[in-house]
Protein backbone atom coordinates (compact mmCIF):
# COMPACT_ATOMS: atom_id res chain seq x y z
CA UNK A 1 0.00 0.00 0.00
CA UNK A 2 2.78 2.29 1.25
CA UNK A 3 5.06 1.39 -2.46
CA UNK A 4 1.43 2.96 -4.29
CA UNK A 5 1.49 5.72 -2.36
CA UNK A 6 4.82 6.70 -2.98
CA UNK A 7 4.56 5.65 -6.85
CA UNK A 8 1.16 8.10 -7.14
CA UNK A 9 2.87 10.66 -4.90
CA UNK A 10 5.89 10.77 -7.55
CA UNK A 11 3.64 10.62 -9.97
CA UNK A 12 1.44 13.75 -8.98
CA UNK A 13 5.14 15.72 -8.73
CA UNK A 14 6.28 14.76 -12.10
CA UNK A 15 2.26 16.20 -13.29
CA UNK A 16 3.31 19.25 -11.69
CA UNK A 17 6.74 19.88 -13.32
CA UNK A 18 5.18 19.22 -16.37
CA UNK A 19 2.42 21.46 -16.10
CA UNK A 20 4.88 24.13 -14.81
CA UNK A 21 6.98 23.42 -17.70
CA UNK A 22 4.24 23.83 -20.16
CA UNK A 23 3.00 27.06 -18.75
CA UNK A 24 6.01 28.59 -18.86
CA UNK A 25 6.41 27.58 -22.79
CA UNK A 26 3.07 29.48 -23.20
CA UNK A 27 3.73 32.49 -21.08
CA UNK A 28 7.87 33.31 -21.67
CA UNK A 29 9.96 34.02 -24.08
CA UNK A 30 10.79 30.53 -23.98
CA UNK A 31 7.42 30.06 -25.86
CA UNK A 32 6.79 30.55 -29.42
CA UNK A 33 6.74 33.96 -30.98
CA UNK A 34 3.36 35.64 -31.15
CA UNK A 35 1.69 39.15 -31.08
CA UNK A 36 -1.06 40.25 -29.00
CA UNK A 37 -3.65 43.13 -28.47
CA UNK A 38 -5.24 43.16 -25.21
CA UNK A 39 -8.74 44.44 -24.53
CA UNK A 40 -9.60 46.99 -22.55
CA UNK A 41 -11.47 46.81 -19.72
CA UNK A 42 -11.45 44.46 -16.13
CA UNK A 43 -11.77 41.47 -18.01
CA UNK A 44 -9.14 41.85 -20.58
CA UNK A 45 -8.62 38.73 -22.46
CA UNK A 46 -5.33 38.78 -25.71
CA UNK A 47 -6.59 38.88 -29.26
CA UNK A 48 -3.28 36.80 -30.02
CA UNK A 49 -1.52 36.53 -33.74
CA UNK A 50 1.40 35.38 -35.01
CA UNK A 51 4.32 37.77 -36.35
CA UNK A 52 3.33 37.49 -39.99
CA UNK A 53 -0.23 37.84 -39.52
CA UNK A 54 0.67 41.03 -37.00
CA UNK A 55 3.10 42.56 -39.67
CA UNK A 56 0.65 42.38 -42.60
CA UNK A 57 -2.12 44.45 -40.10
CA UNK A 58 0.16 47.07 -39.57
CA UNK A 59 0.86 47.35 -43.04
CA UNK A 60 -2.94 47.74 -43.92
CA UNK A 61 -3.29 50.39 -40.44
CA UNK A 62 -0.47 51.94 -41.96
CA UNK A 63 -1.30 52.27 -45.76
CA UNK A 64 -4.72 53.43 -44.28
CA UNK A 65 -3.09 56.34 -42.55
CA UNK A 66 -1.46 57.69 -45.49
CA UNK A 67 -4.02 58.00 -47.18
CA UNK A 68 -6.01 59.80 -43.90
CA UNK A 69 -8.59 57.40 -43.91
CA UNK A 70 -10.63 56.96 -41.03
CA UNK A 71 -10.41 54.37 -38.47
CA UNK A 72 -14.03 52.63 -39.64
CA UNK A 73 -12.43 52.01 -43.12
CA UNK A 74 -8.66 50.52 -41.20
CA UNK A 75 -11.48 48.04 -39.37
CA UNK A 76 -13.29 47.36 -42.70
CA UNK A 77 -9.74 46.64 -44.67
CA UNK A 78 -8.79 44.11 -41.24
CA UNK A 79 -12.08 41.84 -41.42
CA UNK A 80 -11.76 41.66 -44.78
CA UNK A 81 -8.38 40.44 -44.34
CA UNK A 82 -8.72 38.00 -41.26
CA UNK A 83 -11.30 36.62 -43.52
CA UNK A 84 -9.92 35.86 -46.80
CA UNK A 85 -6.76 35.49 -45.72
CA UNK A 86 -6.50 35.02 -42.18
CA UNK A 87 -4.16 37.82 -42.48
CA UNK A 88 -1.29 36.18 -44.57
CA UNK A 89 0.04 37.23 -47.78
CA UNK A 90 -0.67 33.60 -49.69
CA UNK A 91 -0.08 32.20 -52.80
CA UNK A 92 -2.95 30.32 -53.29
CA UNK A 93 -6.93 30.26 -53.07
CA UNK A 94 -10.32 29.79 -54.83
CA UNK A 95 -9.65 30.03 -58.55
CA UNK A 96 -7.02 32.47 -58.98
CA UNK A 97 -7.58 34.72 -56.24
CA UNK A 98 -4.26 35.25 -54.43
CA UNK A 99 -2.69 37.66 -51.36
CA UNK A 100 -4.05 39.09 -48.53
CA UNK A 101 -7.65 40.16 -50.02
CA UNK A 102 -7.89 36.98 -52.20
CA UNK A 103 -7.85 39.16 -55.17
CA UNK A 104 -7.76 38.09 -58.82
CA UNK A 105 -5.73 38.98 -61.56
CA UNK A 106 -8.50 37.84 -64.29
CA UNK A 107 -11.58 40.11 -62.16
CA UNK A 108 -8.73 43.27 -62.76
CA UNK A 109 -6.82 43.75 -59.62
CA UNK A 110 -3.67 43.35 -61.01
CA UNK A 111 -0.89 41.15 -61.96
CA UNK A 112 0.08 38.19 -59.21
CA UNK A 113 3.25 39.92 -58.32
CA UNK A 114 1.40 42.99 -57.56
CA UNK A 115 -1.80 41.10 -55.57
CA UNK A 116 0.80 39.58 -53.57
CA UNK A 117 2.80 43.21 -52.76
CA UNK A 118 0.79 43.66 -49.23
CA UNK A 119 1.02 47.15 -49.85
CA UNK A 120 -0.41 47.15 -53.38
CA UNK A 121 -3.34 44.76 -52.45
CA UNK A 122 -4.08 47.02 -49.29
CA UNK A 123 -4.06 50.45 -51.76
CA UNK A 124 -6.34 48.37 -53.83
CA UNK A 125 -9.01 47.21 -51.58
CA UNK A 126 -8.83 51.20 -50.34
CA UNK A 127 -9.59 52.09 -53.86
CA UNK A 128 -12.77 49.87 -54.21
CA UNK A 129 -13.91 51.06 -51.07
CA UNK A 130 -13.85 54.59 -50.57
CA UNK A 131 -15.62 54.84 -53.88
CA UNK A 132 -18.76 53.20 -51.88
CA UNK A 133 -20.90 56.16 -50.88
CA UNK A 134 -20.87 56.33 -47.16
CA UNK A 135 -19.21 52.80 -46.21
CA UNK A 136 -18.09 54.31 -42.91
CA UNK A 137 -22.11 54.24 -41.98
CA UNK A 138 -22.70 50.78 -43.06
CA UNK A 139 -22.57 47.80 -41.28
CA UNK A 140 -18.81 46.05 -41.78
CA UNK A 141 -20.52 43.10 -44.10
CA UNK A 142 -22.36 45.38 -46.50
CA UNK A 143 -19.25 47.15 -47.10
CA UNK A 144 -16.70 44.95 -47.34
CA UNK A 145 -19.30 42.59 -49.24
CA UNK A 146 -19.63 45.49 -52.05
CA UNK A 147 -15.68 45.33 -52.08
CA UNK A 148 -15.35 41.54 -52.22
CA UNK A 149 -18.45 40.35 -53.96
CA UNK A 150 -17.74 37.20 -51.33
CA UNK A 151 -20.28 33.77 -51.70
CA UNK A 152 -19.97 34.32 -48.25
CA UNK A 153 -20.70 37.63 -46.64
CA UNK A 154 -21.81 37.23 -43.95
CA UNK A 155 -18.51 35.84 -43.06
CA UNK A 156 -16.98 38.94 -42.24
CA UNK A 157 -19.32 40.03 -39.17
CA UNK A 158 -17.60 37.55 -37.03
CA UNK A 159 -14.06 39.28 -37.13
CA UNK A 160 -15.28 42.67 -36.68
CA UNK A 161 -14.87 42.64 -32.72
CA UNK A 162 -10.94 41.45 -33.26
CA UNK A 163 -10.57 43.93 -36.32
CA UNK A 164 -11.70 47.41 -34.07
CA UNK A 165 -9.11 46.21 -31.14
CA UNK A 166 -6.20 45.78 -33.79
CA UNK A 167 -7.22 49.07 -35.60
CA UNK A 168 -7.25 51.02 -32.15
CA UNK A 169 -4.27 49.77 -31.24
CA UNK A 170 -2.32 49.96 -34.66
CA UNK A 171 -3.61 53.64 -35.20
CA UNK A 172 -2.14 54.30 -32.01
CA UNK A 173 -5.51 55.35 -30.09
CA UNK A 174 -4.39 52.76 -27.12
CA UNK A 175 -0.76 53.71 -26.18
CA UNK A 176 1.45 50.51 -25.73
CA UNK A 177 -1.76 48.03 -26.43
CA UNK A 178 -0.33 45.96 -29.08
CA UNK A 179 2.89 43.88 -27.91
CA UNK A 180 4.91 40.93 -29.64
CA UNK A 181 7.36 38.29 -27.69
CA UNK A 182 10.69 37.13 -29.65
CA UNK A 183 10.43 33.51 -28.78
CA UNK A 184 13.27 31.06 -27.84
CA UNK A 185 15.69 33.11 -29.69
CA UNK A 186 15.09 35.93 -27.58
CA UNK A 187 15.55 38.61 -30.27
CA UNK A 188 16.90 39.46 -33.75
CA UNK A 189 19.43 36.27 -34.59
CA UNK A 190 20.99 39.22 -37.42
CA UNK A 191 21.96 42.89 -37.72
CA UNK A 192 18.77 45.51 -38.96
CA UNK A 193 19.48 47.66 -41.47
CA UNK A 194 18.30 50.87 -41.19
CA UNK A 195 17.99 51.50 -44.72
CA UNK A 196 15.15 48.38 -45.09
CA UNK A 197 13.32 50.33 -42.13
CA UNK A 198 13.25 53.69 -44.01
CA UNK A 199 12.58 52.19 -47.22
CA UNK A 200 9.16 49.92 -45.99
CA UNK A 201 8.11 53.30 -42.94
CA UNK A 202 8.15 55.39 -46.64
CA UNK A 203 5.97 52.59 -48.47
CA UNK A 204 3.82 52.02 -45.86
CA UNK A 205 3.34 55.27 -44.48
CA UNK A 206 4.36 57.59 -46.97
CA UNK A 207 7.52 59.53 -48.50
CA UNK A 208 6.93 62.56 -45.07
CA UNK A 209 7.25 60.23 -42.79
CA UNK A 210 10.85 60.58 -41.70
CA UNK A 211 10.45 64.70 -42.70
CA UNK A 212 12.50 66.66 -40.17
CA UNK A 213 14.01 62.83 -38.30
CA UNK A 214 17.57 64.31 -38.54
CA UNK A 215 19.56 62.96 -36.02
CA UNK A 216 20.17 65.38 -32.91
CA UNK A 217 23.59 66.03 -31.69
CA UNK A 218 24.43 64.00 -28.77
CA UNK A 219 23.61 66.21 -25.50
CA UNK A 220 26.71 67.78 -24.43
CA UNK A 221 28.76 67.67 -27.96
CA UNK A 222 29.50 70.92 -29.19
CA UNK A 223 28.39 72.13 -33.31
CA UNK A 224 32.50 71.45 -33.79
CA UNK A 225 32.62 68.06 -32.14
CA UNK A 226 32.64 65.68 -35.07
CA UNK A 227 35.10 68.24 -36.87
CA UNK A 228 37.66 68.69 -34.17
CA UNK A 229 39.98 65.44 -34.02
CA UNK A 230 38.03 64.93 -30.95
CA UNK A 231 39.54 61.22 -30.56
CA UNK A 232 36.70 59.85 -27.81
CA UNK A 233 33.70 61.52 -30.26
CA UNK A 234 35.22 59.41 -33.27
CA UNK A 235 34.96 56.04 -30.98
CA UNK A 236 31.53 56.51 -29.80
CA UNK A 237 30.34 57.23 -33.21
CA UNK A 238 31.99 54.30 -34.22
CA UNK A 239 30.88 52.06 -31.63
CA UNK A 240 27.31 53.03 -32.69
CA UNK A 241 27.85 51.93 -36.56
CA UNK A 242 25.90 49.17 -37.41
CA UNK A 243 27.70 46.18 -40.18
CA UNK A 244 26.64 47.98 -43.23
CA UNK A 245 28.46 51.35 -42.00
CA UNK A 246 24.92 52.95 -40.83
CA UNK A 247 23.80 53.85 -37.52
CA UNK A 248 21.84 51.48 -35.98
CA UNK A 249 19.29 53.93 -34.76
CA UNK A 250 16.58 55.40 -36.80
CA UNK A 251 14.05 58.35 -35.31
CA UNK A 252 10.79 58.38 -36.70
CA UNK A 253 9.36 62.42 -35.59
CA UNK A 254 6.27 62.22 -34.06
CA UNK A 255 4.15 65.24 -33.53
CA UNK A 256 1.50 63.47 -31.68
CA UNK A 257 1.16 61.10 -29.01
CA UNK A 258 -1.25 58.77 -31.09
CA UNK A 259 1.14 58.93 -34.00
CA UNK A 260 3.52 58.26 -32.22
CA UNK A 261 1.95 55.07 -30.64
CA UNK A 262 0.76 54.08 -34.14
CA UNK A 263 4.47 54.13 -35.25
CA UNK A 264 5.65 52.13 -32.35
CA UNK A 265 3.37 49.73 -32.97
CA UNK A 266 3.94 49.05 -36.55
CA UNK A 267 7.55 48.88 -35.67
CA UNK A 268 7.08 46.12 -33.05
CA UNK A 269 4.68 44.19 -35.32
CA UNK A 270 7.56 44.29 -37.90
CA UNK A 271 10.47 43.42 -35.28
CA UNK A 272 10.96 39.66 -36.73
CA UNK A 273 11.24 40.92 -40.51
CA UNK A 274 13.15 44.01 -39.88
CA UNK A 275 15.65 42.50 -36.71
CA UNK A 276 14.54 45.67 -34.83
CA UNK A 277 16.30 45.02 -30.78
CA UNK A 278 14.30 48.05 -29.32
CA UNK A 279 11.24 50.69 -29.85
CA UNK A 280 11.05 53.30 -27.53
CA UNK A 281 8.51 56.00 -27.48
CA UNK A 282 8.20 58.72 -24.59
CA UNK A 283 8.73 57.37 -21.09
CA UNK A 284 8.19 53.32 -22.69
CA UNK A 285 10.56 50.66 -24.38
CA UNK A 286 9.62 47.53 -25.95
CA UNK A 287 13.19 45.32 -25.92
CA UNK A 288 13.24 42.12 -28.34
CA UNK A 289 15.50 40.70 -25.26
CA UNK A 290 12.86 40.24 -22.81
CA UNK A 291 9.80 40.72 -25.19
CA UNK A 292 7.60 38.72 -22.47
CA UNK A 293 7.45 42.00 -20.29
CA UNK A 294 5.75 43.98 -22.99
CA UNK A 295 6.10 47.89 -23.15
CA UNK A 296 8.28 48.72 -19.76
CA UNK A 297 8.15 52.00 -18.09
CA UNK A 298 11.31 53.89 -17.93
CA UNK A 299 12.65 57.23 -16.91
CA UNK A 300 14.41 58.43 -19.68
CA UNK A 301 14.42 62.56 -19.49
CA UNK A 302 16.43 62.73 -22.97
CA UNK A 303 13.44 60.62 -25.26
CA UNK A 304 12.13 64.24 -25.59
CA UNK A 305 12.46 67.67 -26.99
CA UNK A 306 12.33 71.09 -26.30
CA UNK A 307 8.64 71.38 -27.27
CA UNK A 308 7.15 68.63 -26.58
CA UNK A 309 7.01 66.38 -29.41
CA UNK A 310 9.31 62.95 -29.10
CA UNK A 311 10.45 60.35 -31.71
CA UNK A 312 10.02 57.02 -31.85
CA UNK A 313 13.67 55.35 -31.51
CA UNK A 314 13.81 52.19 -33.26
CA UNK A 315 17.40 50.50 -32.83
CA UNK A 316 18.43 47.62 -34.69
CA UNK A 317 20.39 44.78 -33.66
CA UNK A 318 24.13 45.05 -34.62
CA UNK A 319 26.70 42.13 -35.65
CA UNK A 320 27.71 40.22 -32.66
Known amino acids: MKKKLRIAAAFAVLLAIAGYVATQYVTSSTGP ?6 TAGAK ?37 AMQE ?10 RDSLGLFQQRPSQGWGTEKQITDPVYS ?42 SLLTAALTGRRAAAFNCTTGPAGGASEAGSPAKVRELLMREFGKDVLA ?20 GARANAAAQLSADGEDPEVLIPARADERGWELA ?16 FRDR ?22 DGRSPVRVRLATAD
Open 33 to 38: ARCTVA
Open 44 to 80: SQDYELRPEQAANAATITAVGSQRRLPERAVTIALAT
Open 85 to 94: SSLRNISHGD
Open 122 to 163: TGKFYDHLVRIPGYSRLPLTVAAQRVQRSGYPQAYAKHEANA
Open 212 to 231: GSERPAPAGASAGAGRSGDA
Open 265 to 280: HWAVAHAAELHIAQVS
Open 285 to 306: VWDASSSEQGWRTRDDSGNGSK
